[in-house]
């Protein structure tokens, strides 16, 4: 028998598949069914945020932050009135400060919950998605009735935030703590245990805390190789120092950690909730700010811990109510680098899972 | 509401002031002072490694450390601080780019887990051709960055392995970042 003819193939995933969670493509070169190459391309998404910043006074700029990285914009909201605040050197009430730590950590569960639900349709199982997203509901419920916004909140302010608590808001996050906690419990029972999913994910993907220091890596892309480094804990901000809360690392820097590490992150912001609904005070929820907030000339950077890594931002300015030049560090572009190297060699199932555990947002990715 | 956290002010506005005009205390910041400290244990181990000649300034930017190191030099004083081992400076945080009307500069900012704070590190180029070695085989981190900064101000990296856009089509003209950068309604 002859020998028969093989060659590499040329195959697109994406812009436009479910499983890259926007619009990103991967240009991957295969035989038969291993990777030999992929190259990620990007900026199908792209709007020009950091140029159109230079047009826009700070507080323009909040609604912009919102849809970059639109599964998380409290966050995003966070990043940008704490790197302006920080610039002008500007106190925020207390009650504010509160808020915003709750916000920011309903919302990283949220985000989470998001990836849990999403991360296993991917895999195949469509019933856990069901599941997270009636949950992540509740919590896009509390935003829509605290800010009138399900998605793009625009809910921060230099200074502090735009609307103190309706009533009743802050009884209810309340109930919802322990709901969602033992909503968890349900979640480990129906995947984690799960044998299929497990052979889906254990050993998949890895990479070592060199590799990831090297490649910029931040957040749970880290944190899953054992790196413990979190921007809440190791360069404190906003008033996180007053909580007690675990840093959760991995071990293996494997899909499945990165999987864990995401559980996980959900019950440790669930506690810091708990403790902010317990220490909140009342009062005002807008510090005295000018009319027009002018930063300082100069040049600053300051980054919070996002949902996703290091969201930061670096600002230049000329003493102008508009920035000079405004870069935001966007955790899911630096996080997504790696890409190439993760993919070469597997099985072509296995991008999804990889891909899918790198968990960007492509709103990010593109700005 | 019924209290402010600061004093009452008159109701003139006050928008043309500088925000820290109003408390100038006489003691030094300690954040500052400490700054300070940092600058200068930097900068002293750049010049007894490379002398002066390779700084073009060294200087705070808030409480933030910050060198400006020579275009030529660039590589080898990165590839220092990654690799001395007082230093370790092994974490690349940021990398942006900013076009300065004369220049264009463009910023990276490490971290060091041995000393537990971070460095600015700066380089310049002119305009006109503009050109700075590529850190990306010390820093894989720095691939994108310097292929978004290659994209959007026009900066090119030799010894960059992918030299492409990143953001905007191929055939796409101009770098929309650069201040002369006309955008079209």
């Known amino acids: ?367 | 509401m019924s209290e402010e956290t600061k004093a009452p002010e008159t109701k003139a506005p006050e928008a043309t002031k500088a925000p820290e005009a109003e408390a100038a205390p006489e003691p030094v910041d300690p954040r500052i002072e400490q700054a300070t400290e940092r600058l200068e244990f930097l900068r002293g181990k750049v010049v007894a490694k490379f002398g002066e000649d390779v700084l073009e300034a060294a200087e705070l930017k808030q409480f933030q450390p910050t060198i400006t190191i020579k275009n030529q030099h660039w590589v080898e004083v990165v590839e220092f601080f990654k690799t001395e081992a007082t230093l370790g400076f092994v974490y690349p945080e940021l990398m942006a780019g900013t076009d300065y009307k004369d220049y264009i500069e463009v910023y990276v900012l490490l971290h060091s887990f041995t000393l537990d704070y971070d460095v600015s590190l700066k380089t310049r180029t002119p305009r006109e051709n503009a050109s700075i070695p590529s850190i990306t085989p010390l820093f894989a981190g720095f691939n994108w960055e310097e292929r978004e900064i290659f994209d959007l101000l026009g900066v090119n990296f030799p010894g960059h392995p992918d030299m492409r856009r990143i953001m905007l089509e191929d055939h796409w003209v101009g770098h929309p970042l650069r201040k002369d950068y006309v955008v079209e309604n």
């Open chain 1, 1 to 367: 028998m002859g020998e028969i003819r093989t060659e590499e193939m040329l195959m697109n995933i994406g812009p436009q598949h479910p499983s890259t969670h926007g619009v990103l493509r991967v240009v991957v070169k295969v035989d038969g069914e291993i990777i030999k190459e992929a190259d990620p391309v990007v900026g199908y998404l792209h709007r020009g945020t950091e140029k159109l910043a230079e047009d826009l006074q700070y507080t323009q700029i909040i609604p912009y932050t919102d849809r970059m990285d639109y599964l998380s914009s409290m966050v995003n909201n966070h990043a940008i009135v704490n790197a302006v605040e920080r610039a002008m050197d500007l106190e925020v009430p207390e009650r504010a400060e509160y808020l915003r730590i709750i916000v920011v950590e309903l919302n990283r569960v949220m985000s989470h919950l998001v990836f849990l639900g999403t991360y296993l349709l991917d895999l195949g199982a469509m019933t856990p998605f069901l599941y997270a997203f009636a949950d992540r509901e509740q919590v896009v419920d509390f935003f829509n009735r605290l800010c009138g916004a399900r998605l793009t909140y625009n809910y921060m302010r230099v200074g502090g935030v735009k609307w103190d608590t309706p009533d009743g808001w802050l009884d209810d996050v309340k109930k919802f703590v322990p709901y969602m906690r033992s909503q968890m419990g349900m979640f480990h029972e129906l995947v984690t245990g799960n044998e299929i999913f497990l052979e889906r994910v254990k050993g998949i993907g890895k990479f070592d805390a060199e590799t990831a220091l090297n490649y910029a890596m931040s957040g749970i892309n880290l944190r899953s190789t054992g790196f413990n480094w979190d921007l809440r804990k190791n360069k404190p901000y906003s008033i996180y120092d007053r909580f007690d809360f675990n840093v959760i690392v991995g071990e293996n820097g494997d899909c499945f950690d990165r999987y864990m590490c995401h559980m996980n992150e959900i019950m440790e912001s669930l506690k810091i909730v708990e403790q902010a609904l317990e220490q909140i005070p009342e009062g005002p929820v807008m510090g005295k700010v000018p009319k027009i907030l002018r930063v300082p000339a100069g040049e600053y950077y300051s980054a919070i811990e996002g949902t996703r890594g290091e969201l930061g931002v670096y600002i230049v300015s000329e003493g102008k109510d508009k920035p000079y030049r405004l870069k935001f560090r966007r955790p899911s572009f630096i996080n997504l680098q790696l890409l190439p190297q993760q993919l070469k060699g597997q099985s072509m199932a296995n991008l999804i899972a990889i891909l899918g555990a790198v968990d960007i947002v492509l709103g990010e990715v593109d700005a």
